[in-house]
């Protein structure tokens, strides 16, 4: 018993008193990346053909292309997860490479705010073509 | 904090003067392979198709303001530059597409032997340019 523990716990009594190692929130980051490039599989063969289905359409095409309920929520969850992964792709990447503290909590900020912008935009403007 | 190897990194040249030596990898001394080539190659995919998804987002809001706005986008959408930037997109959102399963299979613990991997990589290069010209071909024929 003693031993599985041991082997559980990674971290050394001196990493721990000087707290080093994960904020705890990992996992979950890792997790939320992996799940939201698998629901992207699909979506993204869908969205590939939609595309091809909408070359050269006019607004008319798109808007009733957008009015079939199945379009409308694939695209929304085509929009949802790719928003999301951009998000978490960019977080690792600008704290990968940013190494100068404000400017990295800076640059966190303004990306997320960026991703939830034109994230917004692309999930108002699918529901306002499908209703 | 500065990065505690740097501690290690600090020496003088012939003349006697302190210097910074360059901190592992050495990227310009590093020969590129297609270990590393791939892999760079994942993440500059993924954040130029984070370019790809805010003109999708522009291109949805184009349609759902109007006939007009739309026009206007598919204009630029049929234009040179933009066949020649769509096309760059296609490239890496196939690359990261193809990638992005090699990754999830290594996540799952399957193809970690060099021989696999090497091998994976080239197929990942196969398939993206396989899949990037099947789109496009698709997409003419449809005129």
Known sequence: ????????????????????????????????????????????????????????????AVRAYMHEPWNAVLFLGLAVCLFYHAQLGLEVVIEDYIHNEGRRVLLLLLMRGSVAFFGLLATISILKLAL | MHDVRETLMQGRNSDGQPVRRPLSPHLQVYKPQISSVLSIFH???????????????????????????????????????????????????????????????????YGFDLSTMHRTGYIVIGATLLLAALAWVVGFAIG
């Not at chain 1, 031993?3 to 997790?31: F, I, T």
């Not at chain 2, 949805?60 to 206007?72: D, G, R």
């Open chain 2, 43 to 109: 993440r500059l995919s993924g954040v130029a198709l984070t370019g790809g998804v805010v003109v999708l987002a522009l291109w949805l809001a184009a349609a759902a303001e109007s006939p007009h706005t739309f026009l206007i986008a598919q204009r630029l959408v049929d234009s040179f530059a933009g066949q020649l930037v769509l096309f760059g997109f296609t490239v890496m959102l196939f690359y990261h597409f193809c990638n992005g399963i090699r990754h999830l299979l290594w996540d799952a613990g």
């Open chain 1, 1 to 60: 018993m003693n031993e599985v523990n041991s082997a559980r716990k990674m971290r050394s009594a001196l990493g721990q008193v000087r707290g080093y190692g994960p904020a705890k929130s990992g996992l979950r980051h890792w997790r939320a990346q992996r799940l939201s490039a698998i629901a992207l599989l699909p979506l993204t063969f869908y969205f590939v053909i939609s595309i091809l289905v909408l070359k050269g359409a006019n607004q008319v």
